[in-house]
């Protein structure tokens, strides 16, 4: 960046950055600031995501016990099974769509509460499930908000929080996430497929309760020419230290500098059709990792690799998931999106074809094993089971692939989401992203056992390892650095950009 560019104030031209005197105001305000409020407000919006985590964890444990059911209107084929697992990516599709009209209409709060409702009346449908088709509508419900939820809470913590703490609280979406995947999983170990749903409709419950106090964000309601409500905001979020109208001020500024409404000819601005393109190809990279498949279907997949106890491996699994988020979220920071995002998609890439590997090694012993046996007839026997020595492969590869999705991939998608697009197309913008995430997600949840069947288990993880090293050559070239900027920066950033 020259110097021209260093001088050019911030809010009286959309294509510049903070100059220095302002950057030197902005870090005195900071430093009077008081986070406790604003980790609080944080804490209620990501029980959505840990909600949002009990949904996509249920089905791993659930759907065993539905296969096995005594009861012929509850018991699931392997179709129905797939079904169940996959309906949800339809309804959170539906509900990322939904979600970028209802964000707008009556903002980031009141959108929050509002989707705590499908959540809580989708897993009462499936407890009182009577037949396929209930157990199908709950998951569709809790499906539609999820996807209300991983569009709203990514821009309210956005919104909400400063350029210091951003990286980390947007990263704590995911991480709520995977931990509600690995509750989902605990749980499941010791309660049945009913007694888990109960369970899983608790954190939407209490999302509901918190939000009721906590604030809407200061940039909302700006736009919305609340001037009184956005300062109180502030107070809130900033404490009583900070001078909330100084902050407010300059939110007010740059909101004047946006038009009110997105047209069709916005998409014209590279200001919109750049992050745009990012944020899209973002989701669909990150589905394309294979991550939903596998976590989908983790028992399975440890059932093939031949673990005799596939739910503990699960779990493992998932709190070396959570484990991991957790670092992102402290480093995120300090060491930047892209970094992660590389570092990540390097580990993914690695690890799927390593993955690929283990199950051809696996299916060549199984063709070499019939053969000895055909010759050795009744008098030998040959172990179906894979070599002893290999047997560490599959898990360590599994591991590697969830510490890298964990480490980049998993929060970074959803944070950068938040941050990259102007105020007049943001509902819009994160809507379709959304969108392309789930669609995405629904179509290698629902294919994911027929390209196991087309292409083998070892092509499907090969296939996932290709996309992977394609995500680490888009994030080199095409994604921008986020660290330390303020949104107003970072949209400066693609209209400057040719």
């Not at 903002?107 to 499930?129: D, E, H, Q, V």
């Not at 590997?357 to 010759?375: C, D, H």
Request: charged letters at 15%; aromatic letters at 10%; glycine letters at 8%.
């Amino acid at each position: 960046m020259n110097h021209e560019e260093e001088s050019r104030p911030l809010l009286a031209e959309s294509h510049g950055q903070i100059p220095e005197a302002d950057r030197s105001e902005q870090d005195a305000y900071l430093d009077k600031v008081k986070n406790g409020k604003l980790y609080l407000a944080t804490f209620a919006a990501v029980l959505g995501p840990l909600s949002f985590g009990f949904v996509l964890g249920y089905s791993s444990p659930a759907i065993p016990e539905l296969q096995r059911s005594t009861d012929q209107r509850l018991r699931l084929s392997a179709e129905e099974a797939s079904w169940f697992g996959s309906v949800v990516t339809i309804g959170a599709g539906v509900g990322g769509l939904l979600g970028g009209w209802i964000v707008e209409k009556i903002g980031r709060k009141l959108s929050l509460m509002f989707c705590a409702l499908p959540f809580i009346f989708g897993f009462t449908i499936i407890i009182a499930a009577q037949n396929h088709w209930m157990l199908y509508t709950g998951r569709v419900l809790t499906g539609l908000a999820s996807g209300v939820t991983s569009l709203v809470v990514p821009l309210y913590i956005s919104e909400m929080a400063h350029e210091r703490v951003r990286g980390t609280m947007g990263s704590c979406v995911q991480l709520m996430v995977v931990t509600g995947i690995m509750g989902a999983y605990i749980a499941g170990l010791f309660l049945d497929w009913r007694w888990l749903a109960i369970t899983c409709s608790i954190p939407p419950t209490l999302m509901l309760v918190f939000m009721c106090f906590m604030p809407e964000t200061p940039r909302y309601l700006l736009s919305r020419g609340k001037r009184r409500e956005a300062e109180e905001a502030l107070r809130f979020l900033r404490g009583p230290s900070a001078p909330a109208e100084w902050e407010c001020a300059k939110l007010e500024e740059a909101s004047r500098d946006e038009e009110a409404n997105f047209s069709l000819a916005d998409l014209k601005d590279p200001g919109v059709y750049k992050p745009l393109g990012v944020g899209i190809m973002m989701m669909l990279l990150q589905q394309f990792t294979g991550i939903n498949a596998i976590m989908f279907y983790a028992e399975n997949i440890f059932e093939q690799a031949h673990f005799k106890n596939g739910n503990i491996a699960t779990v493992v699994v998932a709190a070396t998931q959570v484990v991991f988020t957790a670092v992102a979220a402290i480093i995120m920071d300090r060491a930047g999106r892209k970094v992660l995002l590389i570092l990540s998609g390097v580990a993914m890439c690695v690890s799927e074809a390593v993955l690929g590997i283990y199950f051809k090694l696996f299916t060549m012993k199984q063709g070499n094993s019939s053969l000895v046996s055909t010759f050795m007839g009744a008098e030998g026997t040959v172990s179906e089971a894979p070599h002893p020595d290999l047997a560490w492969l599959a898990l360590a590869s599994m591991g590697i692939f969830i510490a890298g999705f964990a480490l980049g991939w998993g929060p970074t998608p959803w944070l950068v989401m938040s941050e990259i697009f102007p105020t007049r197309v943001r509902g819009l913008g994160s809507a379709v992203c959304v969108l392309t995430n789930w669609t995405c997600a629904f179509i290698i949840t629902k294919s994911f056992h027929n390209l196991i069947d087309l292409i083998t288990t070892a092509g499907t993880f090969w296939m996932f390892s290709i996309f992977c090293a394609l995500n680490v050559i888009f994030t080199i070239f095409f994604v921008p650095e986020t660290k330390g900027k303020t949104l107003e920066e970072i949209q400066a950033h693609f209209k400057r950009t040719h």
